[in-house]
Protein backbone atom coordinates (compact mmCIF):
# COMPACT_ATOMS: atom_id res chain seq x y z
CA UNK A 1 0.00 0.00 0.00
CA UNK A 2 1.41 3.60 -1.29
CA UNK A 3 0.86 6.62 1.26
CA UNK A 4 1.17 10.05 0.14
CA UNK A 5 -0.12 13.12 1.99
CA UNK A 6 -3.66 13.58 -0.41
CA UNK A 7 -4.27 9.89 0.90
CA UNK A 8 -3.57 10.54 4.48
CA UNK A 9 -5.45 13.96 4.20
CA UNK A 10 -8.53 12.25 2.52
CA UNK A 11 -8.65 9.76 4.94
CA UNK A 12 -8.09 11.98 8.02
CA UNK A 13 -10.71 14.73 7.14
CA UNK A 14 -14.02 13.08 8.28
CA UNK A 15 -12.07 11.57 11.27
CA UNK A 16 -10.75 14.98 12.79
CA UNK A 17 -14.39 16.37 12.41
CA UNK A 18 -15.66 13.76 14.49
CA UNK A 19 -12.64 14.35 16.82
CA UNK A 20 -13.07 17.73 17.11
CA UNK A 21 -16.67 17.41 17.92
CA UNK A 22 -16.23 14.89 20.95
CA UNK A 23 -13.08 17.39 21.83
CA UNK A 24 -16.15 20.22 22.21
CA UNK A 25 -17.77 17.44 24.33
CA UNK A 26 -15.46 16.93 26.41
CA UNK A 27 -14.64 21.06 27.23
CA UNK A 28 -18.32 21.28 27.58
CA UNK A 29 -18.01 18.66 30.35
CA UNK A 30 -14.95 20.96 31.83
CA UNK A 31 -17.03 23.63 32.14
CA UNK A 32 -20.17 22.09 33.81
CA UNK A 33 -18.25 21.17 36.28
CA UNK A 34 -15.56 23.63 36.94
CA UNK A 35 -17.10 24.29 40.40
CA UNK A 36 -15.74 21.37 41.78
CA UNK A 37 -12.22 22.04 40.28
CA UNK A 38 -12.16 25.44 41.99
CA UNK A 39 -13.20 23.37 44.94
CA UNK A 40 -10.08 21.58 45.15
CA UNK A 41 -7.75 23.24 42.86
CA UNK A 42 -5.28 20.28 43.31
CA UNK A 43 -7.86 18.43 40.32
CA UNK A 44 -6.93 21.56 38.38
CA UNK A 45 -3.05 20.51 37.52
CA UNK A 46 -4.10 16.65 37.24
CA UNK A 47 -6.55 17.47 34.15
CA UNK A 48 -3.17 17.84 31.87
CA UNK A 49 -1.23 15.02 33.31
CA UNK A 50 -4.33 12.20 33.43
CA UNK A 51 -4.95 13.30 29.77
CA UNK A 52 -1.34 13.54 28.80
CA UNK A 53 -0.46 10.30 29.71
CA UNK A 54 -3.23 8.21 29.04
CA UNK A 55 -3.05 9.88 25.21
CA UNK A 56 0.70 9.21 25.20
CA UNK A 57 0.46 5.03 26.44
CA UNK A 58 -2.61 4.47 24.17
CA UNK A 59 -0.49 6.13 21.01
CA UNK A 60 2.59 4.33 22.04
CA UNK A 61 0.76 1.06 22.06
CA UNK A 62 -1.03 1.82 19.00
CA UNK A 63 2.09 2.92 17.37
CA UNK A 64 3.65 -0.41 18.23
CA UNK A 65 0.09 -2.59 16.95
CA UNK A 66 0.18 -0.36 13.37
CA UNK A 67 3.89 -2.01 13.27
CA UNK A 68 3.31 -5.04 14.41
CA UNK A 69 0.77 -5.37 11.85
CA UNK A 70 2.95 -3.78 8.65
CA UNK A 71 5.82 -6.22 9.28
CA UNK A 72 3.53 -9.62 10.63
CA UNK A 73 5.16 -9.25 14.13
CA UNK A 74 1.17 -9.09 15.00
CA UNK A 75 -0.85 -10.99 13.63
CA UNK A 76 -4.61 -9.65 12.69
CA UNK A 77 -6.32 -12.05 16.15
CA UNK A 78 -7.49 -11.05 18.91
CA UNK A 79 -5.38 -14.38 20.89
CA UNK A 80 -1.94 -12.78 19.86
CA UNK A 81 0.17 -13.37 22.03
CA UNK A 82 2.46 -10.04 20.94
CA UNK A 83 -0.51 -8.16 20.89
CA UNK A 84 -1.09 -9.21 24.79
CA UNK A 85 2.57 -8.86 26.07
CA UNK A 86 1.80 -4.91 24.72
CA UNK A 87 -1.01 -4.31 26.34
CA UNK A 88 -0.57 -5.43 30.01
CA UNK A 89 3.16 -3.76 29.31
CA UNK A 90 1.04 -0.38 28.59
CA UNK A 91 -1.02 -1.20 31.46
CA UNK A 92 2.03 -1.51 33.82
CA UNK A 93 3.28 1.25 32.67
CA UNK A 94 0.02 2.90 33.43
CA UNK A 95 -0.51 2.22 36.44
CA UNK A 96 3.36 2.89 37.90
CA UNK A 97 3.43 6.38 36.05
CA UNK A 98 0.09 7.20 37.20
CA UNK A 99 1.14 6.09 40.56
CA UNK A 100 4.47 8.07 40.66
CA UNK A 101 2.53 11.58 39.55
CA UNK A 102 -0.16 11.51 41.64
CA UNK A 103 2.52 11.66 44.24
CA UNK A 104 4.40 14.09 42.57
CA UNK A 105 1.46 16.24 41.97
CA UNK A 106 0.44 16.06 45.78
CA UNK A 107 4.10 17.34 47.01
CA UNK A 108 3.68 20.23 44.61
CA UNK A 109 0.28 21.21 45.41
CA UNK A 110 1.57 21.48 49.17
CA UNK A 111 4.87 23.78 48.01
CA UNK A 112 1.38 26.33 46.46
CA UNK A 113 -0.77 25.71 49.27
CA UNK A 114 -3.09 23.72 46.63
CA UNK A 115 -3.56 20.67 48.26
CA UNK A 116 -5.38 21.88 51.90
CA UNK A 117 -8.81 20.15 51.43
CA UNK A 118 -7.94 16.17 50.41
CA UNK A 119 -5.62 13.83 52.08
CA UNK A 120 -2.44 12.06 49.97
CA UNK A 121 -4.14 8.01 50.31
CA UNK A 122 -7.24 9.75 48.91
CA UNK A 123 -5.92 11.70 45.72
CA UNK A 124 -3.43 9.35 44.70
CA UNK A 125 -6.56 6.51 45.14
CA UNK A 126 -8.12 9.11 42.76
CA UNK A 127 -5.53 9.78 39.96
CA UNK A 128 -4.57 6.67 40.19
CA UNK A 129 -8.20 5.40 39.78
CA UNK A 130 -8.94 7.36 36.93
CA UNK A 131 -5.69 6.60 35.07
CA UNK A 132 -6.16 2.70 35.33
CA UNK A 133 -10.01 3.08 34.06
CA UNK A 134 -8.07 5.38 31.20
CA UNK A 135 -5.69 2.96 30.29
CA UNK A 136 -7.73 0.55 29.98
CA UNK A 137 -10.21 2.08 27.79
CA UNK A 138 -7.26 3.66 25.24
CA UNK A 139 -6.04 0.03 25.08
CA UNK A 140 -8.92 -1.47 23.97
CA UNK A 141 -9.68 1.59 21.72
CA UNK A 142 -6.18 1.57 20.40
CA UNK A 143 -5.79 -2.04 19.77
CA UNK A 144 -9.67 -2.21 18.00
CA UNK A 145 -8.39 1.18 16.01
CA UNK A 146 -5.12 -0.50 14.98
CA UNK A 147 -6.90 -3.64 13.91
CA UNK A 148 -10.22 -1.99 12.22
CA UNK A 149 -7.86 0.38 9.98
CA UNK A 150 -6.15 -2.03 9.17
CA UNK A 151 -8.35 -4.40 8.21
CA UNK A 152 -10.15 -1.70 5.82
CA UNK A 153 -7.00 -0.80 4.44
CA UNK A 154 -6.25 2.24 5.95
CA UNK A 155 -2.78 3.36 7.55
CA UNK A 156 -3.19 2.77 11.40
CA UNK A 157 -0.46 5.09 12.46
CA UNK A 158 -2.88 7.64 10.47
CA UNK A 159 -6.12 6.58 12.55
CA UNK A 160 -4.88 5.48 15.94
CA UNK A 161 -3.58 8.51 17.38
CA UNK A 162 -6.20 10.67 17.11
CA UNK A 163 -8.36 8.93 18.01
CA UNK A 164 -6.93 7.30 21.40
CA UNK A 165 -6.00 10.90 22.43
CA UNK A 166 -10.29 12.33 21.61
CA UNK A 167 -11.42 9.81 23.50
CA UNK A 168 -8.37 9.94 25.88
CA UNK A 169 -8.93 13.75 26.77
CA UNK A 170 -13.33 12.68 27.05
CA UNK A 171 -13.11 9.50 29.40
CA UNK A 172 -10.13 10.82 31.80
CA UNK A 173 -12.29 14.36 32.51
CA UNK A 174 -15.03 11.76 32.90
CA UNK A 175 -13.42 9.08 35.49
CA UNK A 176 -12.47 12.10 37.11
CA UNK A 177 -14.94 13.95 37.77
CA UNK A 178 -17.16 10.54 38.48
CA UNK A 179 -13.89 9.39 41.40
CA UNK A 180 -14.33 13.21 42.77
CA UNK A 181 -17.86 12.60 43.35
CA UNK A 182 -20.46 12.76 40.68
CA UNK A 183 -20.64 13.68 37.32
CA UNK A 184 -23.80 16.29 36.93
CA UNK A 185 -23.58 16.76 32.49
CA UNK A 186 -26.63 19.29 32.65
Given at each position: ??????T????????????????????????????????????????????????????????????????????????????????????????????????????????????????L???????????????????????VT?????????????????????????????????????????
Amino acid sequence: MIYNWKTIVKNSIPLLTICVIIEIFAGQILQLNQDKLFMIPIFLISIPVINGIGGNLGSILGARMASGLHVGYIEYSAKDKNMHQNLITTILLGVITYFSLAIIIYLVAIFWNLAEDIELIEFTTIILGAGFLLILVISVISIVTAFWSFKKGLDPDDMVAPVVTTVGDTVGIIFLFVLIGGLPLI
